[in-house]
């Protein structure tokens, strides 16, 4: 076995703490990454406290992992040592349904094996992420990384990146189109860079007027202060995409009716307590509301290419190990822009 040091939540009620741990001996096809960054997702707090139920502890969160290739297994054919690779929300599935068969094992109908707060194929072992300086993991889950840009803006990637990137690339975003970016935050201004990028035309529609500067240094065309404005009268069928990242509750309806006919709004956030949703704003139009989860391995390489050859990377703060419950309170007050890193050479 190999010994990892890590930082762990042993309940949903404590705090995250230095965390010795092994994972498995190498496989034939299994690569060992000595990680460099984890980014720090939202979602990690929210599994972390148990705020969506199910958590398994103790547990190691992270899923936004990059670092370098020190061992391959005998029938590695993908990597070599010394290679930058990454690791996202996910590191294996069935592979044999219909979802894992169609490159979008996010959906695997075996159930998907998360990179953390989940159990490995045996049912029994439980998985451990990226707060954590090594991780091991089959090849065909890993991801290969460019050199153009520095490791700690492309871990978020691996989440927020992907997140983003699915729903535009699935809703066919580009030039011409008018996409609606809800909330700027670690998704949201992923969405932003990501959209203006296919060449979309981007609006941000944000509470808070302090963001409006940096929504257009990302690549916004307009920004939107919701703040006491009815949307859906001075926007009325504006969008033919709405992402809507926010988390926390907040009216889906005013939004939904500033959606053009036969125009898509997608969830992305996962709010406390369910929306009620009128019939009458997707009747009236034929729009769709959808949800988006993250991507397959194939869609999270294409990401990852589109992004390099765009020179996109993450904004990000990059924090020692022993500042992550500091960096866990900042991020529920929205006080980063826009991701959190932790450098794992401090674990």
Not at 6 to 23: C, H, I, K, V
Not at 315 to 329: F, G, L, Q, R, T
């Amino acid at each position: 076995m190999i010994s990892v040091k890590g930082y762990a939540a042993q309940t949903a009620t404590s705090a995250l703490a230095p965390f010795s741990f092994e994972r498995r001996e190498l496989g034939p096809k299994d690569i060992l990454i000595d990680i460099e960054y984890c980014g720090i997702c939202h979602s990690d707090i929210h599994q972390a406290r148990n705020e969506w139920g199910g958590s398994i502890f103790p547990m190691v969160p992270g899923h936004e992992i990059v670092g370098r290739v020190s061992q391959i297994g005998s029938q590695v054919s993908q990597f070599k040592m010394g290679d930058a690779a990454g690791v996202g929300c996910l590191v294996d599935s069935c592979r044999t349904c219909p979802s894992c068969k169609d490159d979008e094992e996010q959906y695997c109908e075996g159930g998907m094996v998360g990179t953390y707060n989940s159990f490995e194929k045996d049912r029994k072992t439980p998985t451990f992420g990226g707060y954590s300086n090594k991780i091991v993991v089959d090849e065909d889950y890993a991801l290969k990384i460019s050199s153009k840009l520095g490791l700690e803006k492309i871990a978020p990637l691996l989440c927020a990146g992907i997140t983003t990137y699915s729903p535009l690339r699935t809703w066919k975003a580009g030039k011409g189109d008018r996409v609606g970016v809800v909330g700027l935050g670690g998704l949201g201004h992923m969405a932003v860079k990501l959209a203006a990028a296919m060449g979309a035309e981007v609006t941000v529609l944000s509470h808070s007027p302090k963001k409006e500067q940096d929504a257009k240094r990302l690549g916004a065309s307009h920004f939107i202060c919701t703040e006491n404005k009815d949307i859906s009268t001075l926007f009325s069928n504006h969008f033919d995409l709405i992402v809507d990242t926010v988390s926390a509750p907040h009216d889906l309806n005013m939004y939904l009716k500033t959606v053009k006919k036969d125009g898509t709004m997608v969830l992305l956030g996962v709010p406390p307590e369910s929306t009620q949703i009128s019939a009458f704003p997707l009747i009236l139009k034929r729009r769709r509301l959808a949800g988006s989860l993250i991507g397959g391995i194939k869609e999270t390489q294409e990401m990852l290419d589109f992004c390099a050859e765009k020179n996109i990377g993450s904004e990000v703060e990059v924090i020692s190990a022993k500042d992550i419950n500091i960096a866990y309170e900042r991020t529920m007050k929205g006080d980063v822009r826009y991701r959190f890193v932790i450098d794992c050479k401090t674990f």
